[in-house]
């Protein structure tokens, strides 16, 4: 993967649900100097909703088709880091725009990391209502983990602290930006 087209492009924290990217992600931004923004704070205020709502009016489909336009919008953004949905890198279009546009991390967590870091009612449509909510986050992230694969860099969470993700998030951009410069 070719390096971004620029050293101040946006930075997409990819991953299943609590595996920390909206708190990794005002930690990196704080760290860089840069703006932070979660993209479905975006999509809900856009819309005039939360996102179970989206999902119970709309349905999953509709979600998604929100999720790409606020993707492209935020792609053209620079010195913001960027915490998506967890499903938001698993539509091919998505990954791809994600990842020619900046740099992507996947944050890594165990399927029952999670379910306790979201508690009970984790407001996730995906989730909730599950018999056994450890069990349907295993099969929902084993469908995720191709996509979730494709990223620039795969970042364990769990046992880390969050700043300690978050330093190793700005080592990585900064030696791909370095190599970029090396290589002009």
């Known amino acids: 993967m070719s390096p971004p087209v620029s050293a101040d492009a946006p930075i997409f924290l990819v991953g299943f649900m609590g595996s920390g990217k909206s708190t990794v992600g005002r930690l990196l931004?704080?760290?860089?100097?840069?703006?932070?923004?979660?993209?479905?704070?975006?999509?809900?205020?856009?819309?005039?909703?939360?996102?179970?709502?989206?999902?119970?009016?709309?349905?999953?489909?509709?979600?998604?088709?929100?999720?790409?336009?606020?993707?492209?919008?935020?792609?053209?953004?620079?010195?913001?880091?960027?915490?998506?949905?967890?499903?938001?890198?698993?539509?091919?279009?998505?990954?791809?725009?994600?990842?020619?546009?900046?740099?992507?991390?996947?944050?890594?967590?165990?399927?029952?990391?999670?379910?306790?870091?979201?508690?009970?009612?984790?407001?996730r449509p995906l989730l909730d209502g599950a018999a056994d909510?450890?069990?349907a986050a295993a099969g929902l992230l084993a469908a995720r983990q191709p996509f979730y694969a494709r990223a620039h860099w795969r970042i364990e969470t769990e046992g880390r602290a969050p700043a300690d993700v978050a330093a190793e998030i700005a080592a990585l951009v900064a030696a791909r930006a370095a190599a970029r410069r090396e290589s002009a």
């Open 133 to 135: 909510p450890v069990e």
């Open 29 to 123: 931004a704080g760290r860089l100097g840069w703006s932070f923004a979660d993209l479905d704070e975006r999509i809900a205020r856009a819309a005039g909703m939360p996102i179970p709502e989206i999902f119970a009016r709309e349905g999953e489909p509709a979600f998604r088709r929100r999720e790409t336009e606020a993707l492209r919008a935020a792609a053209a953004e620079r010195r913001t880091v960027l915490a998506t949905g967890g499903g938001a890198a698993c539509r091919d279009e998505n990954l791809t725009l994600m990842l020619g546009a900046g740099h992507v991390a996947a944050l890594a967590v165990s399927p029952a990391e999670a379910v306790r870091r979201a508690g009970a009612v984790s407001g």
